[in-house]
């Protein structure tokens, strides 16, 4: 095989893209590294992971900070529809592997590459997302998936990485942790069967703080731009509240839900700031939208996360239902009222100059004084009509 046949491959600095980054350079390819930074890495991180990638003979490594593209394409929609997958999950790894297909492929595309390789094996939901992105993208880039192709074990990866004087330290940690913006995911033995769950210190963030902590977001158009009435962009208000409920250990789950593949799942994660602006946000939405924006905005928002996570971000139905989201956003802003616990959070209340709870049309339950006593009976019986048709016809 010639050389200069110019790869470019997802590199995370694990043992999986480390063995493709060996063995494709072996194999004559002139292999380019790419890592997409979406929250999870530190400064050092990166220096570390571009000073392994050389070690593995790839040409150049280069690492893309893409938060706030991230932000930007995908979060945001996320909480305008106050999206959790089965009611309990914020799509944290799921939603990063979309724009980090994304960003990989474009840059591929920008230096001319003739391949793409990514490490996924052949039984997880990342195969998906990252080759109909490429095949979406870019179809005439060949995609190579060494560790899948080959249905390799980790002790084949590593005993073939020692052999070429790559000795790491490669031993499996207890828990895999992947972090960034949107929430850390947590799997461990316990996840793999159904009735264990994760132990408290498999979790990264731990319980400083006992007392509670009153805390408002702030929210304009739905996006969160203030934290305790500090403005700033939405990532960056994110990370600090983040910052803030961590020390709470609040986020802490464990999502069960349907794979790509069509199997069961169940991993563990922790998003503290991820569930409040969801839960906040929705809080706000309840006070400053109609009934039927509300209704139609937790279907369309359900279809949303479900096709992002199947890997489907590329179909242009995601931009029909982005338009609608972001237009019913227009009245939700005000502040949220929250209060941080240990492991837990509670929402105490809303200000929004747009709140429909508005006093001078009446009080739930109580005195109104926008209607009589006669039209509230005729506005009753008129609403009955089609429940007493139909039972008098088919009693």
Known sequence: MSFNKKLVIAYSGGLDTSYCAVSLSKAGYDVHAVSVNTGGFSTEEIKTIESNAYKMGVSTYKNIDAIETYYNQVIKYLIFGNVLKNNTYPLSVSAERIIQAIEIIEYAKSINAKYIAHGSTGAGND??????????????????????????????????????????????????????????????????????????????????????????????????????????????????????????????????????????????????????????HHLLEKHTLTKWQLQHKEYLSSFYGMHLHEGQYLDPVMRDIEAFLQSSQDRVTGSVFVTLKPYHFSLDGINSPNDLMNVKFGSYGEENTGWTAEEAKGFIKINGNQNKIYQHVNS
């Open 127 to 280: 195969q998906v997302r990252f080759d109909m992105i490429f095949q979406t993208l870019a179809p005439e880039i060949e995609i190579i998936t060494p560790i899948r192709d080959g249905q390799l074990t980790r002790q084949e990866e590593i005993d073939y990485l020692k052999a070429n004087g790559i000795d790491l330290s490669w031993e499996k940690a207890k828990y895999s942790v992947n972090k960034g913006l949107w929430g850390t995911s947590v799997g461990g033995d316990e996840t793999l069967t159904s009735e264990k769950p994760l132990p408290s210190s498999a979790y990264p963030s731990q319980l400083v703080n006992h007392g509670d902590e009153k805390i408002i977001l702030n929210f304009k158009q739905g996006e969160l731009v203030g934290i305790n009435n500090k403005m700033s962009d939405p990532q960056e208000c994110i990370k600090e509240l983040n910052d803030l409920a961590s020390k709470f250990a609040i986020g802490r789950d464990i999502h069960v839900g349907d794979t790509i593949v069509g199997i069961k799942g169940r991993v563990g994660f922790e998003a503290a700031a991820a569930l409040i602006t969801i839960k906040g």
